[in-house]
Nanobody
Framework: QVQLVESGGGLVQAGGSLRLSCAAS????????MGWFRQAPGKEREFVAA????????YYAESVKGRFAISRDSDKSTVYLQMNSLKPEDTAVYYC???????????????WGQGTQVTVSS
């Protein structure tokens, strides 16, 4: 059974940085796409970034391009989301998810972590 465990969330001031981690286990992830999503109170879950497990392809939401960077360490089976120049509107619960193909749609990801809270103060 696939297990995804996020960590690294917290409280940061606007303009600051955080790095989220997603430790993956339970299967071989070759060929997988790993994504980060976020959900703010009262809003739908939205796509943030994704990366192919091979690392060759990365995808970003327009709202985070140039500020966030997704990467993975296959030896550690861990996916990272480096978040820079954080804004109050980035405040949300951030989730790691896995899929067999790239999509920006959360309903096309079948493995999910429990989420980690990111709060950006103004």
């Amino acid at each position: 059974q696939v297990q995804l465990v996020e960590s690294g969330g917290g409280l940061v001031q606007a303009g600051g940085s955080l790095r989220l981690s997603c430790a993956a286990s339970g299967r071989t992830f070759t060929g997988y796409v790993m994504g980060w999503f976020r959900q703010a109170p009262g809003k739908e879950r939205e796509f943030v970034a994704a990366i192919s497990w091979s690392g060759g392809n990365t995808y970003y939401a327009e709202s985070v391009k140039g500020r966030f960077a997704i990467s993975r360490d296959s030896d550690k089976s861990t996916v990272y989301l480096q978040m820079n120049s954080l804004k109050p509107e980035d405040t949300a619960v951030y989730y790691c998810a896995g899929s067999r193909a790239y999509s920006y749609r959360p309903d096309e990801y079948h493995d999910w972590g429990q989420g980690t809270q990111v709060t950006v103060s103004s």
